[in-house]
């Protein structure tokens, strides 16, 4: 799953001269504090989790550079968990409304170009898989220079 995934993410960047990055699902994004904190913190978050499935459903864009081109995750009840269990870990009580995805490409590019991609690939991906280990990254800069700070297996 994951090799379709990183395929489809380095074709599409590298056709449209846009970011390669790994593919994942943001569980919780913008964290800020010291590194043993924040490894403190989604170790408590991990701790509580089950190892649980992620269905990816319909391909969407927006107008924002990370959201891009993606695919949606289903918001299944083991997700919403894993979310809510994240933003109390690092005191979030106001977070936007959690929509899961998995984006397939960074940039910012025409509404057009986007809908023509979707029509080639399809409107769905419809590929589920199990998520096993959290991992807590530091993404400043470019994605590129993202790096993974710690993973955390799930119970």
């Keep these: 799953m994951s090799d379709r995934l990183s395929k489809i993410i380095r074709q599409l960047s590298s056709r449209f001269g846009a970011p390669v ?59 919403r968990a894993a979310h809510q269990a994240a933003c109390r870990a690092f005191g979030r009580r106001h977070e936007p409304a959690f929509m899961p995805h998995l984006s397939l490409l960074y940039g910012d590019f025409p509404r057009g170009r986007k809908s023509d991609i979707i029509a080639e690939i399809g409107p769905r991906l419809d590929v589920e898989f199990k998520v096993r280990s959290l991992h807590l990254y530091q993404t400043q800069g470019a994605p590129l220079r993202w790096r993974k700070v710690a993973r955390f297996g799930l119970n």
């Design 21 to 79: 990055f790994l593919p994942h699902v943001t569980l919780l994004g913008s964290l800020t504090g010291s590194r043993r904190d924040l490894i403190r913190r989604c170790s408590q978050v991990a701790a509580g989790i089950r190892p649980f499935r992620i269905r990816l459903e319909e391909i969407d864009f927006r107008d924002e550079y990370f959201r891009c081109l993606f695919v949606h995750a289903a918001l299944t009840p083991p997700l």
